[in-house]
């Protein structure tokens, strides 16, 4: 039997010899094969460490970006106000530098005196066919996807790490240009473009500003993306949104007032700062062809915002149904009555750009006589979707409504200096005051009298 331990061929016993033989070459096969199988799983056990070490690398350099990104957020929410005169002092020739009002404008934009909001006409043009440049000089703000690639935008960083109560990807209106008409009124051409593409450019500005701001102790503010826009005017360069602020004033014969909000972190910016009531975002009251050339109209804009930010109600665009009905439903039936009869003026003050996001304000005053006014806010809200309020008294009058800031010279000049008010409220209540004898805002000076 011992010669058939090591096998045969063919049923044919091996020699004891060749038996060894084969024995030998058996245990020095297996002890290869075991060679060969620690080689193989060291080789492997290496490459699994490896993967493992990159996987682990990428998501310490994801959280890292991610922290990164988010730590200029939250300074933003509380610190842009320091933004706007470092902003302006880099461009010291432009009009409107001024750091203590600023906003950047053409001389061809300036409006030497205020002028009716019907004055102020639109052109609705075809999207420019070439999509603006220059936004992949922002990407390495942007932090890490899971796979290792940068997000690819501002907008898509927020969504994905930071997005705001109050976000949507609603149609907006872009400017392309600003014309004076040979009546001297303002004439703007605009085209159609979504919310993010706006926001990813003069957000994107305020977070790159941000980052060089912190980096540089507060001595500069620009990057990559603003250098190579370069001039602000440019604005077929970049989707340039177009925002408004209205100061909204109560004309009473014992004196006018006017309204201030301050604004909660529901907003994607403007966070913690002080506002005028309303400010918002021109776009039309959907997403439908017939609003977006309907509602090219700056005072339909401004009475849906009346109805969101002093009557609490829901925003245009959230409802289902029908569109808007201005002439049927409240308050924009009662405001457009009040418009047309002239209990209810609005004029343009001018036309600027945010010092540092280049985003185009409109800057308006809306006065109210004091019966219409309290009228149609009778249920004036103290608090609003998108924050409260600043009232010198929590009272409200008998009528419903609440009393706003005395419009005098005292607190011009308070709102003047505080630097936690926005820059196109500054600048509205400025020129709003300068003003104040044509507008109607304070009694005209009595004529003098010879001697």
């Not at 890490?144 to 927020?158: H, I, K, P």
């Amino acid at each position: 039997m011992a010669q058939w331990l090591a096998g045969g061929v063919a049923g044919r016993p091996l020699s004891r010899g060749r038996s060894r033989g084969a024995i030998v070459e058996t245990r020095a096969d297996g002890a290869m094969l075991e060679v060969a199988l620690g080689i193989v799983l060291g080789l492997a056990g290496i490459t699994v460490s490896v993967l493992l070490g990159r996987g682990q690398a990428r998501e310490a350099r994801r959280r890292k970006s991610i922290d990164r990104f988010m730590r200029t957020r939250r300074w933003l929410k509380t610190n842009e106000k320091l933004l706007a005169p470092v902003a302006a002092r880099r461009h010291p020739d432009l009009p409107g530098a001024d750091p203590n009002v600023p906003g950047f404008y053409r001389p061809e934009w300036l409006l030497e005196k205020p002028i009716p909001l019907d004055g102020v006409t639109f052109a609705l043009l075809p999207e420019p066919p070439e999509p603006p440049p220059h936004l992949d000089a922002m990407k390495r703000l942007w932090p890490f996807d899971s796979t290792g690639r940068r997000l690819d935008s501002y907008s898509e960083a927020v969504t994905a790490h930071d997005r705001p109560a109050h976000w949507f990807n609603g149609t907006s209106y872009r400017l392309l240009d600003v014309t004076r008409t040979d009546a001297g009124h303002l004439r703007l051409s605009v085209c159609l473009m979504r919310y993010l593409n706006g926001f990813d450019s003069w957000g994107g500005l305020l977070h790159e500003a941000a980052e060089r701001y912190r980096k540089t102790s507060g001595r500069d503010v620009g990057g990559p993306y603003r250098r190579r826009l370069g001039d602000p005017f440019d604005l077929r360069a970049r989707h340039c949104a177009i925002g408004f602020s209205v100061l909204t004033v109560r004309r009473a014969p014992g004196g006018s007032t006017f309204f201030l909000h301050r604004r909660n972190e529901c907003v994607a910016s403007g966070n913690n700062v002080t506002s005028l009531i309303p400010a918002g975002e021109f776009q039309p009251s959907d997403d439908s062809r017939l609003a977006a050339g309907a509602d090219l109209d700056l005072w339909r804009a401004m009475t849906r915002e009346y109805a969101e930010e002093l009557l609490g109600m829901e925003e245009a665009r959230f409802r289902t149904g029908a569109p808007l009905d201005y002439a049927g439903e409240s308050p924009f039936k009662e405001l457009g009555q009040a418009y047309r009869r002239g209990a209810v003026r609005a004029y343009l003050l001018d036309v600027r750009l945010h010092p540092v996001s280049w985003k185009a304000s409109l800057r308006i005053v809306c006065v109210f006589n004091a019966r219409t006014f309290d009228r149609i806010f009778s249920g004036m809200v103290a608090k609003n979707a998108e924050g409260m309020l600043e009232l010198p008294s929590p009272r409200r009058r008998a009528t419903g409504s609440f009393q706003g800031w005395p419009l005098d010279e005292e607190t011009v000049a308070r709102c003047l200096a505080d630097v936690t008010l926005v820059e196109g409220g500054r600048t509205c209540i400025a020129r709003a005051w300068q003003h104040r004898h044509a507008l109607g805002l304070v009694p005209s000076p009595s004529p003098t009298r010879r001697s």
